[in-house]
């Protein structure tokens, strides 16, 4: 098995894995909707940086998925994910602003909040 595949696989496994912190979302694209196992967290802001009226925003949400569990292998912007509630979260809709994909088999979408 190659070095890609394990990675793939351990990020399957373990770090997006159901039985720990991963949760299945649902990828919502134009008019098709896909289960996808996803990690959901939010980053704290750095106030410093915002200025005044840092209370009025509250989270810097953001989401891994696996490249293999994406349509075509491919995100985009303006992907929307559905969460249902859980123990670490209310239920959410989020939109993808935008992500990164670094060559770990991984993308991280960075999310705001979208009415239901």
């Known amino acids: 098995m190659s070095f890609k595949s394990c990675v793939v696989e351990d ?3 373990v770090f997006i894995s159901l039985d720990d912190f991963g949760e299945v ?6 008019s098709s909707e896909t289960s996808v ?5 939010e980053l704290p802001l750095n106030g410093e ?6 209370d009025a925003i509250s989270h810097n949400p953001r989401l891994f998925v696996s490249v ?7 995100p985009r912007k303006g992907d929307v994910f559905v ?3 859980n123990e670490f979260h209310e239920a959410k809709r989020l939109i993808a602003k935008d992500f990164e994909m670094p060559k770990d088999g991984m993308v991280v979408y960075y ?5 239901a």
Do not use: H, Q
Not at 37 to 41: A, C, F, G, P, S
Not at 68 to 74: C, I, Q, R, S
């Open 11 to 13: 990020v399957d496994a």
């Open 25 to 30: 979302g649902t990828l919502v694209r134009g």
């Open 37 to 41: 196992k996803v990690l959901y967290d």
């Open 49 to 54: 940086d915002l200025g005044g009226g840092v």
């Open 68 to 74: 293999a569990d994406l349509p075509n292998g491919k």
């Open 83 to 85: 969460l249902s509630l």
């Open 111 to 115: 999310l705001k909040e979208k009415g």
